[in-house]
C-alpha cells in the first residue's frame, strides 16, 4: 500500500519502487531485515522526528546510594582499572586507577540526556522560611501592593543568589553504555526519592506505526535495498541473459551510492538538528 503502517507493508513498497514484481530484486530476506534495522537506527539518530522528547522518573534505591558512596558491604562501588607501561630505566609499571560506579541505568530506547532536574532545597526558594515565601507573604499580600517591575527585578535577584549558591550537578552519558553518571554527593540522598531526567527516547515503530511512512525513511530504505542489489550482483558483471541483456550491477550500486549521498546531504540540511555554536 502507499502508507506503510508495518515493518513488512514499508519493505513491500520499497521493492515496488525498484521494480517488483516486473523486476526480480536479487536481495535476500535477511539482507532486507539488515537493512531496515540500519535505516530505523540512522532514522532514530539523525531525524528529529525520529526522537521523542521525555521526562522520566527515577527511584532512588538503597543500592543506587551504597554504589554512589562506593561503601557497599558486598565491595562493589569501586572500579578499578590497571595500566602496565614500559619506563625506560624501571622496567615494566603498572598503574591504578579508581572511580565510583556513580550512575543509574537507563533503558536503551534513550539516546540522549539533556539535563536532571535539580532539588529545589535550597534556602531561597524551599520551606516556610525561604526569601520566595517571605517575599508573597510580606508584600503581595494584595496584587497591587507592588510593582510587577520591581517584583520581577527580586526575582531575577533571587534567582541569581539560588544559581550560586545550588549549582546544576554535573551528570555524564553515553548512549553506548546505558548508563547515566550522576557527579552529586549521594550521601545526602535518600532512597525512596526520585530523578526527573529531561532525555530523548527514539521512537518506536511498533507503538507508532506512523514512523512507517515517514517519506525520508522509505526513500533512505529503498535506496539502502538498491545498493545491495547492486552489490549483490557485481560479481555477475558480463554475463549475458536469455535475449541479449547484460547484467549491469555495478550500474545499480553506483546509482544508489549517489542516491544515498543525496538522501544525507538532505538530513543534513532539512531534518537534522544543527548542532550547537562553541564560542571561546
Known amino acids: 500500500m502507499a502508507k506503510p503502517s508495518t515493518r513488512q507493508e514499508l519493505i513491500d513498497y520499497c521493492l515496488r519502487k525498484l521494480g517488483a514484481p516486473v523486476l526480480e530484486i536479487n536481495v535476500d530476506e535477511d539482507q532486507i531485515d539488515d537493512l531496515v534495522d540500519d535505516a530505523l537506527q540512522y532514522f532514530n539518530e539523525r531525524h528529529f522526528d525520529g526522537v521523542e522528547r521525555m521526562y522520566l522518573k527515577y527511584k532512588i534505591t538503597e543500592n543506587d546510594v551504597n554504589r554512589g558512596k562506593a561503601k557497599d558491604t558486598t565491595g562493589v562501588g569501586i572500579v578499578t582499572t590497571t595500566a602496565t607501561s614500559n619506563i625506560t630505566g624501571y622496567g615494566p609499571t ?35 522560611f525561604s526569601i520566595k515565601y517571605q517575599l508573597f507573604l510580606n508584600d503581595l499580600y494584595y496584587f497591587n501592593s507592588v510593582e510587577l517591575l520591581q517584583y520581577a527585578m527580586v526575582k531575577s535577584y533571587l534567582e541569581d543568589i539560588d544559581f550560586l549558591l545550588t549549582t546544576d550537578k554535573q551528570i555524564r552519558f553515553n548512549k553506548r553504555q546505558n548508563r547515566l553518571y550522576l557527579d552529586i554527593d549521594w550521601a545526602a540522598k535518600a532512597d525512596d526519592t526520585f530523578l526527573v531526567i529531561d532525555c530523548y527516547r527514539a521512537l518506536d515503530p511498533n507503538d507508532f506505526n506512523k514512523v512507517w511512512n515517514d517519506s525520508f525513511l ?9 545498493k545491495q542489489w547492486g552489490q549483490n ?14 547484467l549491469n550491477g555495478r550500474q545499480i550500486y553506483e546509482d544508489a551510492l549517489r542516491e544515498l549521498e543525496e538522501i544525507k546531504s538532505v538530513m543534513t540540511t532539512e531534518y537534522e538538528l544543527p548542532p550547537y555554536d562553541f564560542i571561546g
Not at 98 to 120: A, L, R, W
Request: charged share 20%; net charge positive; glycine share 8%.
Open 94 to 128: 603498572t598503574f591504578n586507577f579508581y572511580e565510583t560506579s556513580n550512575y543509574i541505568q537507563v533503558p536503551d530506547s534513550v539516546i540522549g540526556i539533556e539535563k536532571v532536574f535539580k532539588f529545589d532545597t535550597s534556602s531561597i526558594s524551599s520551606g516556610m
Open 218 to 226: 522509505k526513500k533512505y530504505l529503498t535506496a539502502l535495498i538498491k
Open 233 to 246: 550482483l557485481i560479481k555477475f558483471q558480463g554475463v549475458k541473459l536469455p535475449g541479449g541483456i547484460e
